[in-house]
Each structure stands twice: as structure tokens, then as C-alpha cells.
């Protein structure tokens, strides 16, 4: 009780008290602790951009934002009106400093409840962000040392040589009979575990070979520390290399077909790499993981002509692996991976990732616009039919459709006539996909694309508010009309703090971050801060039925989420949900100065 009384009086005292003007201290109550009401990016904001906290409270009122310390008021505001989550029927309202742009370090003070984060005003903001996310990759390396001079505290003995894998007898051809073996060395991690997968490489390669098309001057200006740094080429190349080269040695050179994934028969305990020795596997060619292959391969080599000099032949190979995979594809059409068949045929059983998908057609678009676009070859375009239906689905590993309408828009300059025809289909497609993405945000009791839907919050919701995001800057870039970018920001601030359980889904990256992802190595390496840079999966309506990882204490679609090692189906890391954080970050880093600075959430 008295607790309650004195907690009233302070609520009391700042109702009473004036709207403050620039520049006048107002005391914050050290007593009622605000942090986890007030949600906003942890990071910051850009001084021309948006600036938004969303605060769950019924109260309305006055907020400040502030120095750190408090003892200074630098904006004054007052907070919109209430909006219901029409998920967990909670109480927001918004915090809009949008107007105040002056560069430093603050406060959003909301009198009566307390104090948000400290955040930072300033140019380049998510810089950090965009190079340490891209530097996740490195830690997810396999086959090689990760020296203290470029993994710091995390650094460790090489695992997986992989230079001795094993053809698993769903694998096996004439030439590469069950038992044999190849070298298969490189490649990433895939998330938390120690295998590599073809699949999840196709839609992660191709977001990041995407980034640089996208945007060349800035991926080569970015630097981000790994042993590559400073050769001829952009970091972010040199990283993508890592995996390329690793994706080369899974295609069959008698054939064309490439392998589904290099792989454990079950999965490692949560040891570091260099101390898990179990044989390793390649398993059956399938034809996703073929047309995977093909579109990045096909990506790569337009990219990497660039590069003749410094990496002589290799775009030359690529494309021919692009084409060979290809073929062999055609020929293979029904080539499905089915982990529970091959399971029942040859031993031993796989129990690892399945990437397993029961219709190709959305590779075949994908695969088929790379190759067209690399080779001008018109009969790879009127193959498939790119447009099978009016949808355009959000990118992920099982529906890689809308890549290619992402890349035929980007390189609208160089299509052929028969592609010229269907260019304004595809850009309706794009249009039409960010217009979905970002209608009726402000409603919205986060104001984020991200969590319209209950639906959004699958497993690896994060990638889905990082792929919204690019899908708002794809439509950015053929409109230039910046709502599209406001709309992206906002999903970036969603992901760094903005969402129903504040966090910042970011290792290492903001106040309230994951510090027990599923990742091998930042559980067994007894550092107490896990690997940074790294994208946690984040909140899943379905987890606690699908991980059985005790401590999940509510079933509110958007605010299921555990800081646990055992919650792989919330807290697990991918390389294909770091992949859009990547471009997303440094889009925006990118076009930053073209952001809205009018505010546009009442």
C-alpha cells in the first residue's frame, strides 16, 4: 500500500506538471521503472528520418526526449491517440519526435512512467548494424580458423575440413559411387548447427549478390574486418565467395546435379566445431537445390565479370555451372527431395534439415530469369511462365518466385525485347506487393508493416520483417516515392527493439538483445555474450508446440518469443534470415538522406 500511494503521488506530480519547452530539466522518477513500456529502436534514428516510440499505455500526455541523464528536455510532445492491438488488444500510443533532428544521445522520458533506452540522432546510424551483420558471416564459416584478429573474443580452432564427405547412397552415380568420397570444404553454417544446405544457400546468396547489384558504390565502400579485407574486392563479395566456391564442389561434374546438402546424419550436440567429428555426408540431387545452384550461379557470373582480372575464370565457370545445373534439372523435373522416402531406401537415415518443397515451379521462375539475364538468351525466359498467378509472394526458401521479378525490374535497362513486353507486369507485381506490405500501418498499434497480421509471426518472423522491408525499397526504387522507404525503416526499428516484446533481435546490437540464441558456438564456447551480428529467429505464435522448450509463458502471436538456447523455433540464427537484415541495413544506410522528415503518424 505503500508502495501503491507513493507511486501514485509521482503520477500525480508530472500530470501537474506544464508541457516544458526546450531546453528545462524535468526530474525523472528513479522509482517506476519505464524501460520495458516504451519501445523504439535501440539503435537510433537519422536526423532527417522518422522518429517514432510507441508507448503501451492507456494514459495519454506529454513525453520528452531528453539527455540521458534526464536533466535536460530537448523536444516536448504529446502522445497520439490510443490504438488497440488487434492481436493482444493492448494499449499503444505513439511518440512522434520526427521534428527533432539535432545529432547527439537521448531519452524518450514519458512523465509518470519513466524512461526509454538510450538511443543516438545521427547520420549513419545503422552503419554498425549493416557491417556487423554482414560480419555474422564470417563466424558462420566452416573449414577455417577464425583468428583473434578478426573474430576477437570469439575466435576459434577451424571445424568441418569436409575434405573427406562421403557419398551417401541416395547420392551415389557411376563415377561417384556409395562410400567414395570428395572434398567439399568452405561454405556457411547454416544456423545454429554445423550443416550446409543448397537450398538455404540459394535464397541467401541471392538476397546478398542482390544487395550489391542493387547498390555497387556503397557494398564497395563497406568494410567489415575479415582476413580478405583490403584486396580488390568489396568485403561483402569476398564473404559471399566463402559460400560460392563451397556451392561449386556440390554440383556433380558428370551430370550437372547438385547435391541437397552436405550434412551430419543427425545433428551435433551443442559442442564447438573443431569438437564434432561425425562423418559427413552429401545426399540425393534434387532438382530445387539444382535451380537453386543455377540462379545464383548465373547471378555470380554477371557479377563477377567485373572481377576477371582479380578472379580469372570464375564467371566463366559460373555461368557454366549455371547452365549444366540447368540441364540437368530438365531432365530431372520430378527430382523432389523427400527425406522420409530416401529415409525408408538407404541407410544411414538423415534426420537433419530437410528443405524439403513439393512444387519447384516458383525455382524454375527464379532460375530461369538469372539465366536470362546473364546469357540474353531468350529461350530461357519463355520456358517457364513467369507470372502463373496475380500473387506476388514474399521471398523465403520455399518460394523464391519473386527474385526474379526483383532482378528483372533491376536490370529493366538491359532486357531483351521479349522481356521489354512484360515489364510493366513486373512492376505492378512489385508495385502492387509494397502497396499490400504497407497499407493501413498507422493504424497499427506498433505502426510497423511487420505484425498487420497475426500470420506474420511464423517461424523466423524476423526475416519476414526484413524481406517486407526490401520488397518496400524494390518498390522504392522504381517509384521514388518515399513512403516506400518510411515503411522500410520502420521494420528496421521493428527488428531493433519496436515490437510487442522489445527486444532488439540483433546479437550484440542494441540495451535488450538475445544473449542465448540456439548457435552451437555461442553456447559451448563460455563466452558469455554470444557471436554478434547474428538475426535471432524471433517471435513464433507456434513455438512452444514446435521446440517443447520450457518457459514460454503466453500465447499471444507476437509476444511468443524465449531468450533460450532450447527455443530454436524463436531464438535459432540462419544465415537466410541474416541475409535481408543485411541488405535492409545497408540499403537504408544508402538512401538515408532520402528519407521523409515530415511526420507522418498522428
Known sequence: MIYCNRLLFVLLLFLCLPNTSHGQSVPIPSTVAGNSLIRLNQLGFYPSGPKVAIVLTNAGGPFQVTTPDGKKVLFSGTLSEARKS????????????????????????????GRSYSFKIEPNVHHDLAAGSLKGFYYQRASTDLPEKYAGQWHRPA??????????????????????????????????????????????????????????????????????????????????????????????????????KLTNPKFDGMVMPDKAKPDRYVVQKSVTAALDFAAVMAQASRIFTSYNGELPGLSDSCKTAAVKAWQWAKQNPDALYDQDAMNKAFDPDVVTGTYGDRDASDEWIWAAAELYLTTKDDNYYTTVNPFPDEKTPLPSWPQVRTLAYYSLARMRSQLTPRGQQDLPKIKAHIIQQADQIKQDVSSQAFQTPMGKSAGDYIWGSSAVAANQGIALIQAYRLTDDKSYLDAALANLDYLLGRNAVGYSFVTGFGHKTP?????????????????????????????ARQDKCAGYTTTIADEVYLDADCSYASNEIAINWNAPLVYLATALETLQDKLSASSTRK
Open 86 to 113: 488487434s492481436i493482444s488488444g493492448k494499449t499503444a500510443r505513439t511518440a512522434d519526435f520526427s521534428a527533432f533532428r539535432t545529432a547527439g544521445t537521448y531519452v524518450v522520458n514519458v512523465p509518470g512512467l
Open 159 to 260: 571445424g568441418h575440413p569436409d575434405n573427406h564427405v562421403l557419398i551417401h547412397p541416395s547420392a551415389a552415380s557411376a563415377t561417384r559411387p556409395a562410400g567414395t568420397t570428395i572434398s567439399s570444404p568452405g561454405g556457411w553454417y547454416d544456423a545454429g548447427d554445423y550443416n550446409k544446405y543448397i537450398v538455404n544457400s540459394g535464397i541467401t546468396m541471392g538476397t546478398l549478390l542482390s544487395l550489391y547489384e542493387d547498390f555497387p558504390d556503397f557494398c564497395k565502400k563497406m568494410t567489415v574486418t575479415i582476413p580478405e579485407s583490403g584486396n580488390q574486392l568489396p568485403d561483402l563479395l569476398d564473404e559471399s565467395l566463402w559460400n560460392l566456391r563451397w556451392m561449386l564442389t556440390m554440383q556433380d561434374p558428370a551430370d550437372g546435379g547438385v547435391y541437397h
Open 515 to 543: 544473449m542465448h540464441p540456439h548457435h552451437r558456438p555461442s553456447v559451448a564456447d563460455g563466452i558469455d555474450a554470444p557471436v554478434p551480428g547474428l538475426l535471432s529467429g524471433g517471435t513464433n505464435a507456434n513455438a
